[in-house]
């Protein structure tokens, strides 16, 4: 008999057909609104497999009433929608999507930061509601990104992808992280620092640190307070990350100069959020992974993934690697 499994978004179709072939598939075929609860409830406890998204709340209440539930697949590296503690306990593998995402998403950073530093949405809508008469010259001027300093917060993978992209524009890389990274001072003439000197030395700040509970609102009230008037914050980890009323506050009274948002506390972010009011925020879907290419080989990764773990092995990006410890 095949495994079940329940897929909660509609995905590629080749995709979706490979798991067709040793699985019985069912999903969730709304692409506008993420799974609701109650049809998560029902499905948990029939399926052997669960291939999710981020959007995708898996909780400890959930996991309670996953009888035969084998394996959690997430199409995404971050896997906070997912109590990863409660899944380990009760034996369910937990895997995720890391390295395929890396150069996508840190080419969205740098457009992110060039949109912001250059202010181009306010600039093309600047032009399309007619507001253009003639050239001049403080018109919608921004800072400069050539040789500025750039502070990644958080060097993994993606933080050294953006790196390499700031030496290009010549810019002097700081980092802050976990851990020293000497190989990446070497390759890439990253300077390490602690946090408060990055932000207080950076034009540009990038937070690109996975969301823990010790990184929750990491940058707040004090941490933007540290920052130059002319700084930039680009965001493209995850929202809570930062805490976004003090971000609001920040912009508005000129404590820093402008943000760039791939990512909130609350997603979708209401359309009346007071960011969204803020001519200096440029603010985007979480869209960071958001290429043909890669979007094809999440969803690949994430049904190898899920295969793997149902043919009884150990799958390639495993989360909760004490399992196979135990």
Known sequence: ??????????????????????????IWEKEDIPVP??????????????????????????????????????MAVGYNNIDVAAATRRGIMVTNTPGV????????????????????????DYLKQGKWRTWS?????????FGA??????????????????????????????????????KLGATYVDLQSLLKESDYVCLL?????????????????????TAILI???RGGVVDEKALYEALKNGTIWAAGLDVFEQEPIPVDHPLLS?????????????????????????????????AGKVPKYLVNTELIRA
């Open 209 to 229: 640190t996975p969301y823990t509970p010790e990184t929750h609102h990491m940058i707040g009230k004090e941490e933007l307070s540290l920052m130059k008037k």
């Open 1 to 26: 008999m095949k495994p079940k499994v329940f897929v909660t978004r509609k995905i590629p179709e080749n995709v979706l057909n490979k798991m067709k072939s040793v699985c019985e598939v069912q």
């Open 235 to 237: 965001n493209t980890s």
């Open 101 to 124: 995402l890396t150069e996508t998403t840190a080419d969205l950073t740098f457009a992110l930061l060039m949109a912001t530093a250059r202010r181009l949405v306010e600039a093309s």
């Open 149 to 186: 300093t750039i502070g990644i917060i958080g060097m993994g993978r993606i933080g050294e992808a953006v790196a390499k992209r700031a030496r290009g524009f010549s810019m002097k890389v700081l980092y802050y992280n976990r851990s020293r990274k000497p190989n990446v001072e070497e």
């Open 37 to 74: 609860r109650d049809v998560l409830e029902q499905q948990i406890n029939k399926v052997e497999g669960i291939f999710c998204l981020l959007t995708d709340k898996i909780d400890e209440d959930l996991l309670q009433r996953a009888e035969k539930l084998k394996v959690i697949s997430n």
């Open 278 to 310: 803020l001519p200096n925020v440029v603010a985007l879907p979480h869209i960071g992974s958001a290429s043909l290419k890669t979007r094809m080989k999440m969803a690949e990764l994430t049904a190898e993934n899920m295969l793997q773990a149902l």
């Open 137 to 145: 010259p403080m018109l919608l001027t921004g800072q400069d990104i």
